[in-house]
Structures are given as C-alpha cells and as structure tokens.
C-alpha cells in the first residue's frame, strides 16, 4: 500500500533560480525592511510564469545563491519574504475582484433601470404603427439590452481571470522556497 501511495503522490516540480547575490532577487527601490520587500519584477514574473506554466502542478522553488550570500543572516529571510510578497499581491487581486464585482452590481442596477426605461418608452410608441415608430420601438428593444451587457460581462466572464490570478497567488503564498548553493 505505501509503494502505491508514493506512485500516486504528485511531486512538486522544481523551479531553480540562479543569483549572484541576495539583493538581485529584491526590488532596489523599496525601502521596507528587508523581509518585507517587494520581489523584484524580474523575479516576481519568473515565479509567477513558471506557476503558470506547470497549470496548477505543484511547485517548488530552488533559489540558488554562491555561499557568502547563503551565509548572510538575510539568507534566512529569503523563504518569508517571497511568501509575504505572494500573500500581498493575492490581497491585491481580491480587493480588484471586489471592486469589480461591486461595480458589476451598481452597473445591473443602472442597466436594469434603463432596460425599464426603454420598455417604457416602447409601450408609449406602440400607440400608432407608423414606419418611424416601428424602428424606435426595435430601438429601444435593442439599446434597452444592450445596456445591460456592461454587467453581464462582470458577472459571466469578467471575474474569472482576476479569481485565478488570486488562486494562483494564494498558491504562490504557501511556497515551498529552498535555498541551495550555486555550483
């Protein structure tokens, strides 16, 4: 039974980084303490295009540095600080998903009262069967939906991109980093 469980047990897939020195992985001009820094743009866009490419296998991260620098005390902070980084930027992308999807609801609203607005109108223009009232009662049919596409797109397709990048940040969050030393 444990032969078998270890055949079916995923390994997470190793993402190497090479560095010459610590620093290199952090951005240069933020000024947080250092185990608050912000990743590099560099870094962050490898890690996160290397997550993106393995489709939700597990990964780890193998940070590879030359001994002086592994035996700095900041070494230590290397696993925390990309962690915090990940745990921030998926905070990031919650507070878009909710921004979006309170905007998609102010937006349904502003849509469905113009929706309501335009049948209105069209009951009002159906008194007579002129060719002119034909064509704005079709009008307003059209235009009163329309409007209301605006909401539709948050709430059918707009959320998802933003919900799998904070998934995949939340993934990010929970890293396993190794440090390693560059051969």
Avoid at 27 to 32: E, Q, V
Avoid at 129 to 139: Q, S
């Amino acid at each position: 039974m444990t032969a078998n469980s270890d055949r079916n047990k995923v390994e997470a897939v190793a993402v190497e980084l090479r560095l010459d020195r610590i620093s290199r992985l952090y951005n240069s001009l933020d000024p947080a303490p250092f185990n608050e820094k912000d990743l590099d743009a560099a870094a962050d866009e490898y890690i996160v295009g290397s997550a993106e490419d393995l489709s939700g296998r597990p990964m780890r991260l193998v940070i590879m540095l030359p001994a002086p620098e592994l035996a700095r005390p900041e070494a230590a902070q290397i696993p925390d600080a990309i962690r915090h980084h990940f745990v921030l930027r998926e905070l990031t992308e919650q507070r878009r998903l909710r921004a979006m999807l309170h905007r998609g609801r102010i937006s349904l609203l502003i849509g469905l009262a113009f929706l309501a607005a335009c049948l209105l109108a069209r009951e009002i223009l159906t008194t007579s069967e002129t060719t002119t009232n034909r064509i704005l009662d079709e009008g307003l049919l059209i235009v009163g939906w329309v409007a209301m596409w605006g909401p539709l797109d948050v709430f059918l397709y707009g959320w998802w991109p933003i919900a799998g990048r904070r998934r995949l940040f939340a993934d990010l969050a929970r890293l396993d980093v190794e440090l390693r030393p560059l051969k």
